[in-house]
């Protein structure tokens, strides 16, 4: 199926991720509704297209089933990306606000159900992985989709509910036969990302010059950070060629230390800090990498460009973007996150 032809609707549309993936959409002409109550998602990030009348913008809560079947009606194609999330001060300290995941996915997949939609395209996470598998810096571990269990040890709150919603999905399909794909997203960073993440917190404190230059842990953590142009491509083609409730990773097959991207944000930004390192605060697993073969298999799907490339591309826009001193008045607070429905 090519996307464009049917209606597509993106929750949490008016976010980070959201906001980039209705982008793609509209440059290849699809009819899309977004559904966001604006929790952490911005409308400015598409006010531009509901000007312009190109998408259909509903501002609710997806946590009412009524504004989850309002949301759906019509809809040929979901793209479900609404939810509460945040990086690691979130996930670690907001478990209450995670649990809340499961009650708004239900409410999508049964409003989908019920409309009879074609395809449900559901933003997983690479949090469904067990801890204990990611734990050791010194070996080269690639997560395949395989690996998430049993048994199963989810990342916190956030990484159960995304897993339960994966199990449902395929019960949905078992029972009823509702199409559907869960991608498992490998931390995204880019334009429009927020720092409550680490590469945005990383460059946040180059913007500001920070000294001492703070890092969760001791810097040794392994990641593969995946750029949202990646995440939007990988998303579109599994939205048109793959089905039956299967799970695929979406992530860079890269193994990033933090502190080799630190190094990377202070030599951009021209100044040599003290590096202070925090083995007090929540770093989550050591060592998180995807296995992507799958997503190459199925969608034809691979990351275009290297990290550094894309990572310069960011801290370019991030730097021309924002202002230092509303960095540094935010910056604090927005490590730990907010209550968000949007992706």
């Known amino acids: 199926m090519r996307i464009e032809k049917y209606n597509i609707l993106v929750t949490g549309g008016a976010s980070f991720i959201g906001s980039h993936l209705v982008d793609a959409l509209v440059a290849r002409g ?4 977004v559904v966001d109550d604006l ?40 793209v479900h990306l609404a939810a509460c999330h945040g ?6 300290s907001c478990q209450a606000d995670c649990s809340t995941n499961m009650m708004l996915d239900g409410n999508v ?25 990611q734990m050791n ?35 949905y399909y078992k029972e009823y036969g509702m199409d559907s794909v869960s991608l498992r997203y490998f931390t995204v960073y ?10 945005m917190a990383i460059i946040a404190r180059a913007f500001v010059k920070a000294d001492p230059f703070e890092v969760w842990g001791d810097g040794s953590q392994v990641r593969n950070w995946t750029y949202v142009g990646d995440i939007v491509s990988g998303t579109i083609r599994a939205a048109e060629r793959s089905g039956g409730a299967v ?42 990498v995807a296995d992507n073969k799958l997503a190459r298999k199925l969608l034809g799907w691979q990351p275009r460009n290297k990290f550094r490339d894309d990572f310069r591309r960011t801290i370019k ?25 949007s992706a």
């Open 30 to 33: 699809a009819a899309v509704r």
């Open 87 to 92: 990086g690691r001060g979130y996930v670690n």
């Open 39 to 78: 929790s952490c998602g911005d409308r400015a990030n598409i006010d531009g297209h509901i000007a312009s009348g190109k998408i259909e913008f509903i501002k609710g809560n997806l946590l009412d089933p009524a504004a989850a079947k309002r949301a759906v009606r019509g809809a040929d194609v979901v």
């Open 190 to 199: 880019g334009p429009r990302a927020v720092e409550s993440h680490a590469v």
């Open 317 to 341: 826009w991030y730097f021309g973007a924002k202002d230092a001193a509303t960095v540094r008045k935010t910056l604090k607070s927005r490590l730990f996150g907010t209550r968000c429905r």
């Open 247 to 288: 799970s695929i990773n979406l992530g860079t097959m890269e193994r990033i230390k933090v502190s080799d991207v630190v190094k990377e944000a202070v030599r951009y930004a021209g100044y040599d800090p003290e590096v202070k390192f925090l083995p007090q605060m929540p770093v989550g697993p050591l060592n998180r």
């Open 137 to 171: 810096v010194r070996k080269k571990i690639y997560l395949s989709e395989r690996m998430a269990g049993p048994p199963y040890d989810a990342d916190n709150m956030y990484g159960w509910a995304k897993l339960m919603s994966e199990f449902t999905l395929k019960a």
């Open 109 to 133: 997949f049964a409003a989908a159900r019920a409309a009879r939609i074609k395809k449900l395209v559901f933003a997983s996470s690479g949090c469904v992985y067990p801890n204990f598998r």
